[in-house]
T-cell receptor, first 113, second 111 residues
Framework: DARVTQTPRHKVTEMGQEVTMRCQPI?????VFWYRQTMMQGLELLAY????????DSGMPKDRFSAEMPDATLATLKIQPSEPRDSAVYFC???????????FGNGTRLTVT | RKEVEQDPGPFNVPEGATVAFNCTYS??????FFWYRQDCRKEPKLLMS???SGNEDGRFTAQLNRASQYISLLIRDSKLSDSATYLC????????????FGSGTRLQVQP
């Protein structure tokens, strides 16, 4: 059963440190999304890619966040420097065209102290 | 105002009850609609798509009212395993095409 794989599952870091989250989309899926989930805001779109090209990253604080797809099997989300307000669960999801259901990874639970 | 609004709940219902959730969306360009389910500390998973004519999947019925811009989900004969958060999701066909999620409605089915 194909799955989206995210690493790490949990990350605890101190304010100011760099955080890198990785995602392996389902093979053959051409759209990849990064969402952040908090109790207060729910699921917020940070960035999304189609065929590895970034299409929308308007939900992402550009001064500290960056998202890339170095190849079709890897998407990364970096935060530098991290802040306590970045504490959340970060989900990666992939799909085949935007019409299909999204398949989510297990998420990375980030805590910034 | 959020693009997708849901009552956060929680809805506490006994087993066997019928429960309905509503969701409103603000962008009339929204063209595709879905319900996702999220269990505690898990990832969201697609429950069902919502079609203009309404659709049913077992105990679950989804309805769309484009004129009033709301979507509903009805669960009949609730089971303990239905306890989860139900996320209303919309997608535009123009502009930003990624899925926009509501904050979710929490359902707790009690024995």
């Amino acid at each position: 059963d194909a799955r989206v794989t995210q690493t790490p599952r949990h990350k605890v870091t101190e304010m100011g440190q760099e955080v890198t989250m990785r995602c392996q989309p389902i093979l053959g899926h051409n759209t990849v999304f990064w969402y952040r989930q908090t109790m207060m805001q729910g699921l917020e779109l940070l960035a999304y890619f189609r065929n590895r090209a970034p299409l929308d990253d308007s939900g992402m604080p550009k001064d500290r966040f960056s998202a890339e797809m170095p190849d079709a099997t890897l998407a990364t989300l970096k935060i530098q420097p991290s802040e306590p307000r970045d504490s959340a669960v970060y989900f990666c999801a992939s799909g085949l065209q935007e019409q299909s259901p999204l398949h989510f990874g297990n998420g990375t639970r980030l805590t910034v102290t | 105002r959020k693009e997708v609004e849901q009552d956060p709940g929680p809805f506490n219902v006994p087993e066997g009850a019928t429960v309905a959730f509503n969701c409103t969306y603000s962008n009339s360009a929204s063209q595709s609609f879905f319900w996702y389910r999220q269990d505690c500390r898990k990832e969201p998973k697609l429950l069902m798509s919502v079609y203009s004519s309404g659709n049913e999947d077992g105990r679950f019925t989804a309805q769309l009212n484009r004129a009033s811009q709301y979507i509903s989900l009805l669960i009949r004969d609730s089971k303990l395993s239905d306890s989860a958060t139900y996320l209303c999701v919309v997608k535009r066909d123009t502009g930003r095409r990624a899925l926009t999620f509501g904050s979710g409605t929490r359902l707790q089915v009690q024995p």
